[in-house]
């Protein structure tokens, strides 16, 4: 028998049931080694010597698969076919070789396969190969970039930048995209501009809809009309002449089907159509790849096996007809730059297994692979035919023209069309019958579809307490928030609307991946962890499904620009990704790639050792200052201190990282966060009046949001009391009377109905709450923590105790495992963070990959032993107490003996060196990435 290595263990069942007895299938649980966090993990001076070990909660897995060797001769690594698979064979093989568990009459070789299917496997068993190093090498080269790039910059950060979190090599250039983004948007300028629309009646009394093109013989461009009056003289214009069709051309078209999905397509389509984020795209398309529903999901390859194509064909023909098959297969090439690794594109497994034989998955899985079957359906479906027609109107002053398209085959797009991340359409509506040279007559503007537009946009303006949108003016005169049409409700009008220049979107996640793809950023397996992390250290935040940049993510972008622009130069960062492919096709060294890299940037490194932080914050608050003051159009120097009028503003540092001061402190102690919107700005250290004992309550905003206070912090003496402002809150409707309120909180609802119990309310770290005894359950945003009642809050707590796990009641088990050998049932129970299997007081959270339903007592408990506390040793029995005292102290005075020296040479630095330890300690934290097997944080 030889023994099969995977990464998980769902796939580790999967892969066993189709090899059978002969093969006895583990799983690694992902990488098994990594570097430690800490510096020195690679080497520069050693030629770039890289230190591994085998992770804490590895080394089960590894004696596992050590135990099996000792009974099986052979051993055959199946992990993922890209390079983070071959990087986890062969970190698996190293451990092993080390732990002797191979020797050298063991038979190791390694197999690959797309899809988790009985064929796949079979035939990948019948192809062993060799690990292959050049994959391996690009891998040790991407690891060790991204650690010099983490352990040496991130220490860089912390030391000029108080506050900053860590710098990763593509995560600061993605974060980079953003930033630019944002400051585009805040440096854009709306120009006007004005359209006119006609609607116009056929002589059969069909509607149809124009646009103004041309004016007293010109082209109209898009700002040739740039005000009210310019847009009142084209609609009289429109309206004073009689109007016939001047021409009617239709024009056949094709449209051709979409590729079959690679990683950084799915992950924007995903976004798109479904609301996944990157991260939530990759997890799902993980666990439908393990049950064998689709192939491997991280590829930049677009091309299909002969087979699925030949499956994919006879799919269409038995569920659409033949006329929906093409005369030949479609075939398709990669268009991304660099791309790499030619796998097969994302497709199902089974082409006849379509959307609804997948009911028994769960709701994400089922729509992604909904996503995943329709699009490789139709990638292969006949193209769709269309009429494209084009009506030229003619007046004495104007032309107008109507476009609109038929479908007269709709080929592919009778199951998928691709979404965009715009709105715009392509060619209009279907037109009516229209004849060249017949009249068209402007219809009624009251009841038109130009009526109802305006109608809309009015009732969208009053929804958001806007100003009103767009102004409007029709043939008659100008109108506003008063349309009218100069006439009877039935008079004709051709319609002028306001419109102005958009700034560029914001970044989605899928328009950041597809961003980053055409600059040749990062790779399919990167760019899920690459948002995430952004993310996680609180530079970017998302806001629906916009990335919006934090003041934190703008300082380390300006940081980095000032002192690194090399390293977050987008071009810089595509050529340093093509010499990775050089190095996994073999054409380059590794090592030499390494050396070039690291010359360069530990002298940019040394370069900034000798800055003072205040030349730092100097530079950056220049970069940042149309941000950070922007105009306010009064005239006023956006600088002036609001608070003592005469100091100047600027970026300044503090315990808690960077914020804004007063030039004038210690006199006037002005100082809002770094991330405080203006009005909240305008809003620090408002007094709103005195407390019944004649204490000062003022609204203030500090590093987590505005709050109220009465007092003031006396120097030796209690804190003055606090209060957190709940969140939405308007800060110019806060007054004395609510802040007072706030701060006499929790305030006593009453006692509970049933018990006598107290319920409370109040305001806590997650914002309004209700509790009775140790249950507290959130207040909704509609609800006001001032004014709850208690059927309301005794109903809020119920809810919240019917819900499950937490801190009332607890939730009953989903299933019983079995009995634990120590005694005591194992139970699988439903979390919020996922499924979890519990014994006692021991909870242990079952791997991502593995489905609460596949869970088994065999699998439980070794992740219930892991989690358990660990038994202590037996303490060592004391003679006395009065000799143990003496011994103890005698002890001590030994070590303090041995360690006097050692102290005495480090007298007056030991807060520098605990400084040092806890800034190490903090990059192996945050620099370092996590050892998972599907992404490299880069």
């Known amino acids: 028998m030889a023994v099969v290595v995977v990464e998980s263990p769902a796939k580790a069942k999967t892969i066993n049931k189709y090899l059978g007895d002969d093969y006895t299938v583990l799983a690694s649980y992902g990488h098994v080694r990594d570097l430690p966090p800490k510096d020195g993990s690679v080497d520069p001076e050693q030629d770039f010597a890289m230190v591994w070990e085998v992770d804490s909660a590895s080394k089960k897995h590894v004696r596992a698969i050590t135990e099996a060797l000792k009974s099986?001769?052979?051993?055959?690594?199946?992990?993922?076919?890209?390079?983070?698979?071959?990087?986890?064979?062969?970190?698996?093989?190293?451990?092993?070789?080390?732990?002797?568990?191979?020797?050298?009459?063991?038979?190791?070789?390694?197999?690959?396969?797309?899809?988790i299917t009985k064929q796949a496997v079979g035939e990948a068993m019948k192809r062993p190969r060799d690990i292959d190093m050049e994959l391996v090498s690009a891998y040790l080269a991407r690891r060790a970039l991204d650690y010099l790039v983490g352990f040496t910059l991130s220490p860089?950060?912390?030391?000029?930048?108080?506050?900053?979190?860590?710098?990763?090599?593509?995560?600061?250039?993605?974060?980079?995209?953003?930033?630019?983004?944002?400051?585009?948007?805040?440096?854009?300028?709306?120009?006007?501009?004005?359209?006119?629309?006609?609607?116009?009646?056929?002589?059969?009394?069909?509607?149809?809809?124009?646009?103004?093109?041309?004016?007293?013989?010109?082209?109209?461009?898009?700002?040739?009309?740039?005000?009210?009056?310019?847009?009142?003289?084209?609609?009289?214009?429109?309206?004073?002449?009689?109007?016939?069709?001047?021409?009617?051309?239709?024009?056949?078209?094709?449209r051709n089907p979409w590729p079959p999905f690679m990683t950084s397509t799915l992950q924007q389509e995903a976004s798109r159509k479904l609301g996944f984020g990157a991260k939530q795209t990759m997890s799902t398309a993980q666990r439908l790849y393990e049950a064998g529903w689709i192939t491997y999901m991280r590829t930049d390859g677009v091309d299909m096996a002969p087979e699925a194509v030949t499956a994919a064909r006879s799919a269409i023909e038995s569920r659409f007809g033949k006329a929906y098959v093409p005369d030949s297969p479609r075939v398709y090439k990669t268009k991304a730059k660099n791309a790499q690794e030619a796998h097969e594109c994302i497709r199902p497994t089974e082409m006849d297994r379509g959307s609804d034989a997948a009911g028994r998955l769960e709701p994400d899985q089922r729509r992604l692979y909904e996503l995943i079957w329709k699009r490789t359906l139709a990638s292969q479906m006949a193209s769709a035919r269309l009429e494209r027609t084009t009506?030229?109107?003619?007046?004495?002053?104007?032309?107008?023209?109507?476009?609109?398209?038929?479908?007269?085959?709709?080929?592919?797009?009778?199951?998928?069309?691709?979404?965009?991340?715009?709105?715009?359409?392509?060619?209009?509506?279907?037109?009516?019958?229209?004849?060249?040279?017949?009249?068209?007559?402007l219809a009624p503007f009251r009841g038109s579809s130009l009526d109802a537009d305006v109608a809309r946009a009015l009732a969208r303006a009053d929804e958001k307490a806007e100003a009103k949108p767009a102004g409007f003016v029709l043939a008659s005169g100008p109108v506003g928030d008063e349309l009218t049409d100069g006439g009877g409700a039935a008079d004709p009008a051709a319609l002028g609307a306001q419109s102005f220049t958009q700034p560029p979107p914001r970044y989605t996640e899928a328009t950041l991946v597809k961003r980053m793809e055409e600059l040749g950023i990062g790779r399919p397996s990167t760019y899920a962890s690459i948002i995430d992390t952004i993310q996680t250290r609180g530079y970017v935040q998302k806001d629906g499904n916009r990335l919006i940049p934090e003041d934190k993510g703008r300082l380390v972008t300006a940081f980095l620009e000032e002192y690194f622009s090399r390293y977050v130069q987008y071009d810089f960062t595509a050529a340093l990704e093509e010499g990775l492919d050089e190095v996994s096709g073999g054409r380059a060294d590794w090592k030499a790639l390494l050396r070039e890299f690291w010359g360069d940037f530990s002298s940019a490194v040394d370069e900034t050792k000798e800055l003072r932080i205040s030349e730092v914050l100097d530079r950056i608050d220049a970069a940042l200052g149309p941000h950070l003051f922007p105009d306010r159009g009064d005239g006023v120097d956006p600088r002036q201190?609001?608070?003592?009028?005469?100091?100047?503003?600027?970026?300044?540092?503090?315990?808690?990282?960077?914020?804004?001061?007063?030039?004038?402190?210690?006199?006037?102690?002005?100082?809002?966060?770094?991330?405080?919107?203006e009005a909240e700005a305008e809003a620090a250290d408002r007094l709103l009046g005195h407390s019944e004992d004649g204490l000062p309550v003022t609204l203030k905003v500090g590093r987590f949001g505005p709050y109220?206070?009465?007092?003031?912090?006396?120097?030796?003496?209690?804190?003055?009391?606090?209060?957190?402002?709940?969140?939405?809150?308007?800060?110019?409707?806060?007054?004395?009377?609510?802040?007072?309120?706030?701060?006499?909180?929790?305030?006593?609802?009453?006692?509970?109905?049933?018990?006598?119990?107290?319920?409370?309310?109040?305001?806590?770290?997650?914002?309004?709450?209700?509790?009775?005894?140790?249950?507290?359950?959130?207040?909704?945003?509609?609800?006001?923590?001032?004014?709850?009642?208690?059927?309301?809050?005794?109903?809020?707590?119920?809810?919240?105790?019917?819900?499950?796990?937490?801190?009332?009641?607890?939730?009953?088990?989903?299933?019983?495992?079995?009995?634990?050998?120590?005694?005591?049932?194992?139970?699988?129970?439903?979390?919020?963070?996922?499924?979890?299997?519990?014994?006692?007081?021991?909870?242990?959270?079952?791997?991502?990959?593995?489905?609460?339903?596949?869970?088994?007592?065999?699998?439980?408990?070794?992740?219930?032993?892991?989690?358990?506390?660990?038994?202590?040793?037996?303490?060592?029995?004391?003679?006395?107490?009065?000799?143990?005292?003496?011994?103890?102290?005698?002890?001590?005075?030994?070590?303090?003996?041995?360690?006097?020296?050692?102290?005495?040479?480090?007298?007056?630095?030991?807060?520098?060196?605990?400084?040092?330890?806890?800034?190490?300690?903090?990059?192996?934290?945050?620099?370092?990435?996590?050892?998972?097997?599907?992404?490299?944080?880069?």
């Open 72 to 115: 099986d001769g052979s051993l055959i690594l199946a992990t993922d076919p890209d390079r983070e698979g071959e990087a986890i064979s062969w970190h698996l093989l190293e451990a092993l070789k080390k732990a002797k568990a191979v020797k050298p009459a063991t038979q190791v070789s390694r197999v690959t396969f797309n899809a």
């Open 156 to 254: 860089v950060l912390w030391r000029k930048l108080p506050g900053a979190k860590s710098a990763g090599r593509v995560q600061s250039v993605a974060l980079r995209l953003i930033v630019q983004r944002e400051m585009e948007i805040e440096a854009f300028r709306p120009r006007e501009y004005w359209t006119v629309r006609a609607e116009l009646l056929t002589p059969r009394g069909d509607a149809f809809e124009a646009r103004l093109v041309t004016l007293d013989g010109a082209k109209l461009d898009r700002f040739d009309l740039a005000t009210e009056a310019d847009a009142l003289k084209a609609v009289q214009a429109v309206a004073e002449g009689v109007l016939g069709v001047a021409s009617v051309e239709a024009r056949p078209a094709t």
């Open 391 to 441: 009506v030229e109107v003619s007046g004495p002053r104007v032309g107008l023209r109507a476009t609109g398209q038929v479908v007269k085959f709709d080929g592919f797009l009778k199951i998928y069309d691709e979404s965009r991340d715009d709105d715009a359409g392509e060619d209009g509506a279907r037109l009516p019958e229209i004849m060249q040279g017949e009249k068209a007559v």
């Open 641 to 677: 201190c609001r608070l003592c009028g005469a100091g100047r503003l600027s970026l300044k540092t503090g315990k808690f990282g960077a914020f804004i001061g007063c030039s004038n402190y210690p006199e006037c102690k002005y100082t809002r966060p770094l991330g405080a919107s």
């Open 708 to 938: 109220v206070q009465m007092g003031e912090p006396e120097e030796g003496g209690a804190k003055p009391k606090r209060a957190s402002v709940p969140k939405g809150m308007p800060l110019d409707a806060v007054d004395l009377a609510r802040a007072l309120d706030w701060l006499a909180l929790p305030r006593l609802i009453g006692a509970h109905p049933e018990d006598g119990e107290p319920i409370e309310a109040g305001i806590g770290r997650f914002g309004p709450y209700v509790k009775h005894g140790k249950t507290y359950a959130n207040l909704p945003k509609d609800e006001d923590v001032l004014t709850i009642g208690m059927n309301r809050a005794v109903d809020l707590i119920e809810q919240k105790r019917a819900r499950g796990p937490g801190r009332g009641a607890a939730a009953a088990p989903l299933r019983v495992l079995g009995e634990h050998p120590d005694g005591g049932p194992v139970e699988l129970h439903a979390g919020r963070y996922g499924p979890y299997v519990k014994w006692g007081k021991v909870n242990a959270t079952l791997p991502k990959e593995v489905e609460a339903e596949a869970a088994t007592l065999e699998m439980a408990l070794p992740l219930i032993a892991e989690k358990a506390p660990k038994k202590k040793a037996p303490a060592k029995k004391a003679a006395a107490k009065s000799p143990a005292k003496a011994a103890a102290k005698a002890a001590v005075g030994k070590t303090a003996k041995k360690k006097a020296p050692a102290a005495k040479a480090t007298a007056g630095k030991a807060p520098a060196a605990r400084a040092a330890a806890k800034r190490k300690a903090a990059a192996g934290a945050d620099a370092a990435p996590e050892p998972t097997s599907a992404a490299e944080d880069e």
